[in-house]
């Protein structure tokens, strides 16, 4: 069973910055992609970010200028730091793993709230 666990989060103001972390249980050997989707109340789960094992990175409209995926050097472990942040921002974020079987595991999710 893969575990997601998730970092990071809180309350801040517009245009602060906040950086969420995710560790796998995991090796990179086993990971075709990591990233980050969100959802705020109301709607649906969407992508922010995303990279896959070979370096490919995609973000969501919204989000791009301002926020960075990045992962560690062991590469099982995926960081977004979050800059100039808006209230649109704010919803739970998750951490997102696509196993090379294609099985998706989640993390707990960690809420991200930004205030105007």
């Known amino acids: 069973q893969v575990r997601l666990v998730q970092s990071g989060g809180g309350l801040v103001q517009a245009g602060e910055s906040l950086k969420l972390s995710c560790a796998a249980s995991?090796?990179?050997?086993?990971?075709?992609?990591m990233g980050w989707y969100r959802q705020a109340p109301g709607k649906e789960r969407e992508l922010v970010a995303s990279v896959s094992r070979d370096g490919n990175i995609n973000y969501g409209d919204s989000v791009k200028g301002r926020f960075t995926i990045s992962r560690g050097n062991a590469k099982n472990t995926v960081f977004l730091q979050m800059n100039s942040l808006k209230p649109d921002d704010t919803g739970v974020y998750y951490c997102?793993?696509?196993?090379?079987?294609?099985?998706?595991?989640w993390g707990q999710g960690t809420q991200v709230t930004v205030s105007s």
């Open positions: 997102n793993l696509r196993s090379y079987s294609n099985t998706i595991y």
């Open positions: 995991i090796s990179i050997s086993g990971i075709a992609s």
